[in-house]
């Protein structure tokens, strides 16, 4: 079992930033890959962005050039800096972690509201 602990949501206005937090703990072998996906009310959850054990990352349209993820092997802790931020980004914002032997795992959910 992996339990997933998330902080650092919160409330700003546009333009500020936010720094999450992601931190695995349990019994784990290797994980693949971590990141973020967020999920506005009445909308699907979409891509934030994810980061392999190896260092590659990915990110989706919307936040390419404003948000920045990074990891830590050691910690088994993700990141995620997010600078200039829009009304737009307001959502739930989930951490993810996908092992070997595959299996996917979600943390609770964050609230990040972005006023305008």
């Known amino acids: 079992q992996v339990q997933l602990v998330e902080s650092g949501g919160g409330l700003v206005q546009a333009g500020g930033s936010l720094r999450l937090s992601c931190a695995a703990s349990?019994?784990?072998?290797?994980?693949?890959?971590m990141g973020w996906y967020r999920q506005a009310p009445g909308k699907q959850r979409e891509l934030v962005a994810t980061i392999t054990s190896g260092g590659v990352t990915n990110y989706g349209d919307s936040v390419k050039g404003r948000f920045t993820i990074a990891g830590d092997n050691a910690k088994k802790t993700v990141y995620l800096q997010m600078n200039s931020l829009k009304p737009e980004d307001t959502a739930v914002y989930y951490c993810t972690a996908a092992t070997m032997p595959p299996y996917d795992y979600w943390g609770q959910g964050t609230q990040v509201t972005v006023s305008s």
């Open positions: 349990g019994t784990i072998l290797t994980i693949n890959v």
